[in-house]
């Protein structure tokens, strides 16, 4: 099983993104690239070890969630993060390959602040929905 979550403490006024993806080239590319334009960004590949980082580090400024992941979906990562007192004001941006629109629906009913399919958006556009989400 390939785990990859990181526990390190965010630099200093940096924003710091959970990013939850099992693709690991997307994954490592993608953090790569949010690490340049100042993020600090946590990485996990499933529910479980996003589950257990919000459990015991605190909340990132904004999580950045796939849908389709092993063992638990993010829809219901999703639902169990805007469940959770503590948790439900962090601001979910969907990224997934899922574009059909009950999909899209179904994931901002449960209260996700933006759906994006990634084959349909640039780096730059993510970047920049981040930064309208979270400021």
């Not at 965010?10 to 997307?26: A, N, Q, T, W, Y």
């Not at 979906?73 to 941006?93: A, C, H, R």
């Amino acid at each position: 099983m390939d785990t990859v979550i990181s526990f390190n403490q965010p630099e200093s006024g940096k924003k710091k993104i959970l990013m939850v993806e099992d693709d690991r080239f997307l994954r490592e590319i993608a953090a790569k690239k949010l690490e340049v334009e100042g993020f600090v960004v946590i990485s996990a590949t499933g529910g479980t070890e996003a589950l257990e980082y919000l459990g015991k580090n605190g909340k990132p400024d904004i999580i950045i969630l796939d849908l389709i992941l092993p063992g638990m979906s993010g829809f219901e990562i999703l639902e169990k993060v805007k469940q959770d007192e503590n948790l439900k004001n962090i601001p979910v941006i969907i990224l997934s390959n899922l574009g059909q629109e009950e999909d899209i629906e179904k994931a901002k009913k449960l209260g996700a602040a933006d759906y994006l399919v990634k084959a349909h958006f640039s780096f730059a556009e993510i970047v920049q929905k981040i930064h309208d989400v979270i400021g």
